[in-house]
């Protein structure tokens, strides 16, 4: 139930715009709609038919009920409207047919008459003619006692409303909304929540990181409490892992461009590096270099430049610079390439990754490219054999997911998890098979955000916010800003 309630939660936030939109486009345009529209007036009169019974009354006013229905049908009859019609140069039986509505009121002996037109005192004037005219042609034919209440002239138009109106519009408005985030919804293939995910690529969800609005991109990563305990729990698991099946080197992968990999990457390898590890992180993503927005890089061999000089010139130099984080050391890719894949099937590709199996580290982490549009990650993946998935599902469908993991399968990657970014259910508390209810993590994450943070140490510090940097530079923001693919 409270998954459902998160769902639509979700949608709601995503989609409010949407309806926004609809009630105000629909519910605008209606409203200026009205202001040009002609007005029109209707006058209305009430007309009581009484037959006369020769037996009871009570048999006169049941006459009168059942007779109702066949005299409304004579308001419109020729026999009635010729003589109004008369009155009025230039009207046809036609016009004046389609100015009239007719209502008897069941049960009743009452015929409620109705004229419309844009001129009050001409809707006035023949509601009463019609009237007369039928009481003297019931009266003549059918000796019928018809008796006619006086049309009230109509000083408001009965249309347009502009009120009325518009909100009809802005409520057809809402509907279309609604239809369209329907369709999107259905067509996207999206997934909305945690455990969807877990079924669909049946992986363990390592983490989920919390979709951060612009002010909270700005800030660093251990002012953030959620996003630092689940760092901390990332790095909990991934050293619990590598110590039942070791592994070194390891990729951070994702299905498409966006969803967080590089972010992920550059936080995992500092917090690796907070529990006691030494890291060497790879800017793998040649195409598309970023970690330079993490960290104050050096400009200096990349791993671009890796794949072209020949092996001889580069074995000491691939042990990666130094950063203001002990134990935290960097490749970076250097140069944007576009033929990064060709490159990375170089023949000294084998040995460059002999190198990092060998590297003194106990983590060689590689920021790759996605999975679906380029080859480099399929072919990064045969050297490196582990992988975690980001997926931000706002991003990936279901389709993109699924393709991404049988890449992944094809490659006999051991994938050790999906760590879940952006997501608009990580504030409710994640807590997946840890017992925690959801709820329970975030007030408790809430309130630990408000403790001064005690752990005042350099190295337990993300690298570029706490020591004065040489190079004076833009404020330093752990989440870049939104860069579309
Ligand atoms: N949890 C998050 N909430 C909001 N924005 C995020 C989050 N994680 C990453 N981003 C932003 O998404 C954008 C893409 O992230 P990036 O790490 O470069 O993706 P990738 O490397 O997968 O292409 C960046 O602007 C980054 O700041
Ligand atoms: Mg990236």
Redesign the pocket.
């Known amino acids: 139930m409270q998954q459902k309630l998160g769902r639509y939660a979700m949608l709601a936030k995503r989609w409010a715009w949407l309806v926004v939109l609809g009630i105000v486009i629909c519910g605008g345009a209606t409203y200026i709609a009205t202001l040009f529209m002609v007005p029109t007036y209707q006058a209305s009169t009430t007309i009581i038919v009484n037959l006369k019974s020769s037996s009871s009354p009570f048999d006169s006013v049941n006459a009168s009920v059942l007779a109702v229905p066949t005299y409304a049908q004579l308001l419109t009859s020729p026999q009635v409207l010729e003589p109004v019609i008369a009155q009025h140069q230039g009207l046809t039986l036609k016009q004046l047919v389609s100015m009239i509505a007719v209502k008897s009121q069941s049960n009743t002996e009452l015929i409620e008459l109705d004229v419309t037109n844009t001129n009050p005192q001409l809707a006035t004037d023949l509601t009463n003619q019609i009237s007369q005219s039928f009481a003297q042609f019931s009266n003549e034919q059918f000796s019928v006692n018809v008796q006619v209440l006086p049309a009230v002239f109509p000083s408001d138009p009965a249309s347009p409303k502009p009120l009325l109106d518009s909100s009809i519009g802005a409520l057809v408005g809402m509907g279309l909304a609604i239809a369209l985030i329907i369709v999107f919804e259905w067509s996207e293939d999206r997934l909305v929540n945690i455990d969807e995910v877990h079924k669909l690529l049946k992986m363990e969800v390592l983490t989920a990181?919390?979709?951060?609005n612009r002010k909270q991109?700005q800030k660093k990563t251990h002012e953030i409490a959620t996003v630092q305990e689940s760092y901390r729990m990332l790095c909990a698991r991934l050293n619990l892992l590598q110590q039942s099946n070791p592994f070194k080197l390891l990729m951070v992968t994702?299905a498409v461009?966006?969803?967080?990999?590089?972010?992920?990457s550059a936080n995992l390898a500092t917090f690796l590096v907070k529990s006691g590890k030494k890291v060497l992180l790879i800017e793998a993503?040649l195409r598309?270099p970023?970690l330079n927005k993490h960290f104050q890089l050096e400009k200096r061999l990349g791993f671009s430049s890796a794949l072209t000089e020949p092996w001889s010139q580069l074995e000491a130099k691939l042990t990666g610079q130094a950063t203001e984080v002990p134990g935290l050391f960097i490749v970076a890719a250097e140069v944007p390439l576009r033929n990064s894949s060709d490159l990375l099937q170089a023949p000294q590709v084998a040995q460059i990754f002999e190198h990092f199996r060998n590297a003194p580290f106990d983590y060689v982490l590689f920021?790759t490219p996605?999975l679906l549009p380029v080859a480099d990650t399929q072919l990064l993946a045969a050297y490196i054999h582990t992988a975690v998935l980001?997926v931000d599902v706002s991003k990936s469908s279901r389709k993109m997911m699924t393709h991404a993991k049988e890449i992944l399968n094809k490659t006999r990657t051991n994938v050790l998890g999906v760590i879940i970014?952006?997501s608009q259910l990580a504030y409710q508390g994640y807590g997946y098979g840890y017992g925690y209810g959801y709820g329970y993590t975030s007030h408790y994450l809430d309130d630990a955000e408000q403790q001064p943070d005690i752990d005042a140490s350099p190295t337990l510090s993300m690298p570029r916010l706490e020591v004065p940097m040489p190079v004076p530079s833009s404020p330093f923001s752990v989440?870049?800003?939104?860069?579309e693919?």
Do not use: C, H, W
């Open positions: 990181f919390p979709l951060l991109r994702s461009a966006g969803e967080g990999k590089s972010t992920i993503d598309l970023t920021d996605p980001v970014n952006k989440y870049p800003e939104q860069r693919p």
